[in-house]
T-cell receptor, first 112, second 117 residues
């Protein structure tokens, strides 16, 4: 059974800092891994999707990497801004299915 | 593109009543839709997977007779919480995938906050 863990649970940084969010998963037989953003009381916004055959994906200031062998993914945010403040969720598919297993998220606060 | 809506966004009901939540894909046909539940400070937990025209597949521990799912068209799925109780209070989020089996990115709705008094 897939389990997803995110560290740290919360992170507070000053504006402009580069940061890394970590995600680990127990079952390496994933179909894909996704990173989402969730604002308080809101739904999810998909940030990046990495297929199992890929090692990283980039979108603007965001870069996500995937290392299946070690069961890890990282989300790198460059030059953080107050608008980046949100909870970031990592989700990995379970086995060869489409079912997503989510971590508990990392709550990011970027201070002006 | 790929917008998913949910209605209502927030609902408060009395214990024992039933509540229906709608999930719509606005600009694509969703072969597969998923329903998730999120308790405060917890991660999203998959409740069930539904494919258009067939019965939903429920995750272990989710009562199918309590959480009725209907996916009657390629753009609409509904979740009915029957005889709701305070412990059913949660944030319910749906997602939709344009491909069969959901083997593509899932597009998430904005969620429905259910409060059962």
């Amino acid at each position: 059974k897939q389990e997803v863990t995110q560290i740290p649970a919360a992170l507070s940084v000053p504006e402009g800092e580069n940061l890394v969010l970590n995600c680990s998963f127990t079952d390496s037989a994933i179909y894909n891994l996704q990173w989402f953003r969730q604002d308080p009381g809101k739904g999810l916004t998909s940030l990046l999707l990495i297929q199992s055959s890929q090692r990283e994906q980039t979108s603007g200031r965001l870069n996500a990497s995937l290392d299946k062998s070690s069961g890890r993914s990282t989300l790198y945010i460059a030059a953080s801004q107050p608008g980046d403040s949100a909870t970031y969720l990592c989700a990995a598919t379970q086995g060869g299915s489409e079912k997503l297993v989510f971590g508990k998220g990392t709550k990011l606060t970027v201070n002006p | 593109g790929a917008v998913v809506s949910q209605h209502p966004s927030r609902v408060i009901c009395k214990s024992g009543t039933s509540v229906k939540i709608e999930c719509r894909s606005l600009d694509f046909q969703a072969t597969t839709m998923f329903w998730y539940r999120q308790f405060p400070k917890q991660s999203l937990m998959l409740m069930a997977t539904s494919n258009e025209g067939s019965k939903a597949t429920y995750e272990q521990g989710v009562e199918k007779d309590k959480f009725l799912i209907n996916h009657a068209s390629l753009t609409l799925s509904t979740l009915t919480v029957t005889s709701a109780h305070p412990e059913d209070s949660s944030f319910y989020i749906c997602s939709a995938s344009p491909l069969a089996g959901g083997l593509d990115t899932q597009y998430f709705g904005p969620g429905t906050r259910l409060t059962v008094l």
